[in-house]
């Protein structure tokens, strides 16, 4: 998804500019987020166990690359891992119960 701003932030006139900047970030990034949870319930038929569906090995992998990403853009590495770790957990949960539900069929 590409964002277009309108304005850089050190562009910006006024509140209503940045408020509006970010209200376009956020929203791009909901989107992001909705279509990372499809790519999450399309995973889960290649899972082959509960044990697959939660990964732990990968999860704790993704979290240390989400920590050097936020390193790399200057923010709290700490806030990020906490940000992944609910979003993750929020969507090992859904797999969990679309994984699930497949194997009754």
């Given at each position: 998804m590409d964002i277009r701003n309108?304005?850089?932030?050190e562009?910006?006139?006024n509140m209503e500019d940045i408020r509006a900047e970010i209200d376009r970030i956020d929203r791009a990034v909901v989107a992001l987020i909705?279509?990372?949870y499809r790519y999450v319930l399309a995973a889960a038929?290649?899972?082959?166990?509960?044990?697959?569906?939660?990964a732990?090995?990968?999860?704790?992998?993704?979290?240390?690359?989400?920590?050097e990403w936020a390193e790399e853009e200057n923010l709290s590495a700490d806030a990020i891992e906490?940000?992944?770790?609910?979003?993750?957990?929020?969507f090992i949960e859904k797999e969990m119960r679309h994984w699930t539900a497949a194997q009754k069929q």
């Open positions: 309108q304005c850089e932030p562009d910006c006139a909705g279509k990372r038929k290649f899972k082959t166990s509960a044990d697959s569906v939660r732990k090995e990968r999860f704790a992998a993704m979290l240390e690359t989400r920590r906490n940000l992944y770790r609910d979003l993750v957990n929020h």
